[in-house]
């Protein structure tokens, strides 16, 4: 190899395996979408838009729709909600800040399907922790602050709490059909705002002391307004970013729904990296499964183009 | 009295404790009923550790078993039979295996693909270089399909190389290297060559020292995505128990198991979990570095 071929040697693998491992299963994806193929049936027909067709009206892919919608929905504002919250809590501390960091932190490095499981268990509808915790709190302190009867023009009683507590009839949760996609939008909320809460803090490193000195001397004498005024301009560019990256995430939910739901109870949770698999792998149909894949990535490829832009369009002041 | 500030701190720690209990919670049942026998986990009782009375294994008297040789303390039952009862230590291995050869396989594809990019000048360059910028926007998992199609052709689904081979090109990595590698004086590579040096160690030996901290957080970003991956392998792997990883074995425990079986189960999760949490607690400033590496730009 003598230097003026160098690169060639350096870049060409990177090129080949790119293109062979990125680039290519975007063509075959998008050639078999238009087919009914399937493995081991190599007699492929084409069937034109019919696979789109059907994601577009067949009530399976309507409900896949709208569970990934709900989850991404759901999960996307109340991470990054939580993790800013998070993170202007623990940036305002005197002490104790990198222990609730590191709490935090703690899902994100756990294997998410183990952790599901876990969750499961907890949620287990007659020996479950929480459905334990909270018929424990009935009659107790525990649901007078939460059956939210002590505010004016609430009746303790009818609120779901009390109602629970009446009947001693917690939900089933997984295995609910009303709240089953809830709890699986809960456990990615639980797994993924620490990871949001350690980018806005290192967000907040990046605004200077002097601007909020500088505010305060303006006027703006309340928190709210420096935040309003300072932080939250600051932080777009981080928003920006974590937005995107917890959409993308979100969309690619797959370890907790295929362990603890299977899609169900009655396609509530049949998001759509689950129907990849279910249809694809699961029941050999290759087509409607690329068709997906394509749909999928459209998906994805527009966050992501959405985000470029709004960095092109120079959300940060820095 | 007490000071103003003071109050304003304290109802800060209260609804941060109030998080970091919702957070740990799944860990704390995990830990715990990792620890207690059925009876206890059934009727939620014992506390943490649970109360550790010996306890009989119906299962083992059925099948033939003496009493003593069946009694066990619950501990001792749980994390045992986790190693017995399917091949945990397999499932290990196969997991660092898969990490460590997708880890060294990306850093010898991309540390060259960047170098080249950032410091050699040919024909092509930024084509490749926006080549890369766009497999960017493409998740690996979003592709998945189309990839267990072409490994199936060529039947090399089921193996350790299905496993791999979807992850050895990190276009991230070469965009990161790519990256760091601008910043390297131009000097110390021209001094490198007049030295006499190929361009082939000047990447190994000149590029790779300098780029120690950069690759770290990498590696901790590579390692603790593949470890935990549960998508890729579920669809590779479909049966054969030998090139199972560790999700994958938890999840096929929780398959077979019944309810005298969550002990187990629990110990299964907290062996699985325990690695990567223990190395973060000794070294989080550069875990959380790498993890949150895609956000640096």
């Not at chain 2, 500030?5 to 830990?31: D, N, Q, R, S, T």
């Not at chain 2, 187990?264 to 979990?273: D, G, L, N, Q, S």
């Amino acid at each position: 190899m003598s230097n003026r071929t160098a690169p060639l040697w350096f870049v060409g693998p990177a090129v080949l395996l790119m293109l062979v491992i990125l680039i290519a299963p975007i063509i075959i994806a998008g050639g078999l979408s238009f087919t009914d193929y399937s493995l081991g049936n190599d007699g492929a027909r084409w069937v034109g838009t019919k696979n789109y067709e059907k994601i577009a009206s067949h009530s399976t892919y309507t409900k896949m729709l709208r569970s990934t919608a709900i989850y991404v929905l759901t999960v996307v504002p109340i991470s990054v909600a939580l993790g800013l919250g998070a993170a202007l809590l623990i940036n305002s501390l005197k002490f104790g800040r990198d222990l609730y960091k590191t709490i935090f932190f703690l899902p994100v490095m756990a294997a998410l399907l183990a952790m599901a499981i876990v969750w499961e268990f907890a949620l287990h509808p007659t020996i479950g922790m929480v459905n334990d915790t909270l018929a424990a709190g009935c009659g107790t302190l525990i649901q007078s602050v939460f059956d939210w009867g002590w505010l004016p023009f609430v009746n303790g009683a009818e609120t779901w709490y009390g109602h629970a507590c009446a009947n001693n009839e917690f939900p089933l949760w997984l295995r609910d059909r009303d709240y089953a996609i809830w709890t699986i939008c809960f456990i990615g909320i639980w797994q993924g705002f620490g990871f949001n809460m350690v980018l806005y803090l290192a967000g907040l490193t990046g605004i200077p002391r002097e601007l909020m000195h500088a505010a305060e001397m303006d006027g703006a004498r309340s928190a709210w307004e420096r935040f309003r005024l300072v932080t939250w301009p600051m932080l777009g560019p981080t928003t920006v970013f974590v937005v995107t990256i917890s959409s993308i995430r979100s969309f690619q939910v797959f370890d907790t729904v295929e362990a603890l739901t299977s899609g169900g109870p009655s396609k509530t949770t049949y998001v759509m990296m689950y129907a990849i698999y279910e249809k694809a792998i699961k029941q050999n149909l290759m087509g409607m499964g690329a068709a997906i894949t394509i749909v999928f990535l459209v998906f994805v490829l527009f966050i992501t183009l959405v985000q470029r832009y709004l960095v092109e369009r120079k959300v940060h002041y820095a | 009295m007490i000071p103003a500030h003071y109050i304003g701190e304290g109802w800060k720690h209260a609804v941060l404790i109030l998080g970091a209990i919702i957070v740990i919670l799944p860990f704390y049942v995990m830990l715990s009923y990792s620890f207690k026998s059925p009876g206890e986990i059934d009727r939620n009782e014992g506390g943490f550790f649970g109360a550790q009375e010996m306890m009989v294994d119906e299962r083992c008297i059925v099948v033939g078993g003496s009493r003593e040789d069946c009694t066990f303390r619950p501990v001792v039952f749980n994390y045992g039979k986790a190693f017995s009862e399917a091949p945990l230590l397999r499932y290990l291995l196969n997991g660092l295996i898969v990490t460590l050869s997708i880890f060294l396989i990306q850093v010898a594809i991309a540390l060259p693909c960047a170098y080249a990019l950032a410091k050699l000048r040919f024909k092509g360059r930024d084509f490749v270089f926006g080549m890369v910028l766009f497999c960017l926007l493409i998740p690996v998992h979003a592709i998945a399909l189309p990839l267990y199609i072409m490994l199936a052709k060529v039947g090399l689904t089921n193996s350790y190389a299905a496993l791999i081979i979807p992850w050895t090109i990190s276009v991230f990595g070469i965009f990161l290297m790519r990256q760091f590698f601008m910043t390297v004086p131009d000097d110390l590579i021209d001094a490198a060559r007049m030295d006499g040096m190929s361009e082939l160690s000047i990447v190994w030996k000149v590029m790779l020292p300098t780029a120690v901290p950069a690759l770290l957080a990498f590696a901790i970003f590579s390692v603790v995505a593949h470890w935990n991956d549960y998508f890729w392998p579920r669809i590779v792997v479909t049966g054969n128990r030998d090139l199972f990883t560790p999700p994958l074995g938890l999840r096929e425990f929780k398959g077979d198991a019944d309810g005298s079986f969550y002990g187990p189960m629990m110990a299964t999760a907290t062996i699985i979990v325990t690695p990567l949490i223990v190395a973060f607690m000794l070294a989080q400033r550069r875990f959380i570095e790498g993890i949150t590496l895609s956000g640096m730009k």
